[in-house]
């Protein structure tokens, strides 16, 4: 079976950092996603890796571990607006489908 | 910018009725793929297929059959809708080797 875990909820401060963690165990691995979901809305697309590191993106970063089956999500300078739901996801090789985490409640306060 | 369309926003069915709902993507991927969200449950896997007239079940494919005739066109079909149907809908497209991205989402209540 596919099993990724996430924190099912955070609260973090206006201004600050958090880290949102996932942990994965699956059968096969293509690349590791993560977006976020306003409520009542669809995810957006913020960050994928393939390959071990950092990736930046503005005030968003993702970094890998594969051989730990490890991720997470970085948010700098953390604003209302970033007050969501922070899914990861994993797509396997076969039919390049994505396995979701049940995803991380962000709430930002001021 | 990628484009993923789906038919609607929002939608109430009828228990019994076939419904049908159309994701439509303008960015030429071969892979498609149909989701249910729930609260409490998260994303699961309706179908996907990754070419055309390719079609494979995920893991709650019962209750559901899907159509891609053309590359760009996904549909998913409830042939006899039920009230545990009632769901968030959400279509994703992509190529193998980048981004994956979603519709808007079909809000389907079935009465």
């Known amino acids: 079976g596919q099993n990724i875990d996430q924190p099912t909820e955070m609260t973090a401060t206006e201004g600050a950092i958090v880290q949102i963690n996932c942990t994965y165990q699956?059968?096969?691995?293509?690349?590791l996603f993560w977006y976020q979901q306003h409520a009542g809305e669809a995810p957006t697309f913020l960050s994928y890796n393939v390959l071990d590191g950092l990736e930046e993106k503005g005030r968003f970063s993702s970094f890998l571990s594969r051989s730990k089956g490890y991720s997470y999500l970085l948010l700098k300078e953390l604003q209302m607006k970033d007050s969501a739901s922070y899914l990861c996801?994993?797509?396997?090789?076969?039919?390049?489908?994505?396995?979701f985490g049940a995803g991380t409640i962000l709430r930002v306060k001021s | 910018d990628v484009k993923v369309t789906q038919s609607s926003r929002y939608l109430v069915k009828r228990t019994g009725e076939k419904v049908f709902l159309e994701c439509v993507q303008d960015?030429?991927?071969?892979?498609m793929f149909w989701y249910r969200q729930d609260p409490g449950l998260g994303l699961r896997l309706i179908y996907f297929s990754y070419d055309v007239k390719m079609k494979e079940k995920g893991d709650i494919p019962e209750g559901y059959s899907v159509s891609r005739e053309k590359k760009e066109r996904f549909s998913l079909i409830l042939e006899s809708a039920s009230t545990n149907q009632t769901s968030m809908y959400l279509c994703v497209t992509g190529r193998s080797y980048n981004e994956q991205f979603f519709g808007p989402g079909t809000r389907l209540t079935v009465l």
């Open positions: 699956t059968s096969g691995f293509n690349g």
């Open positions: 996801a994993v797509r396997m090789e076969y039919g390049n489908k994505l396995v």
């Open positions: 960015m030429d991927h071969e892979n």
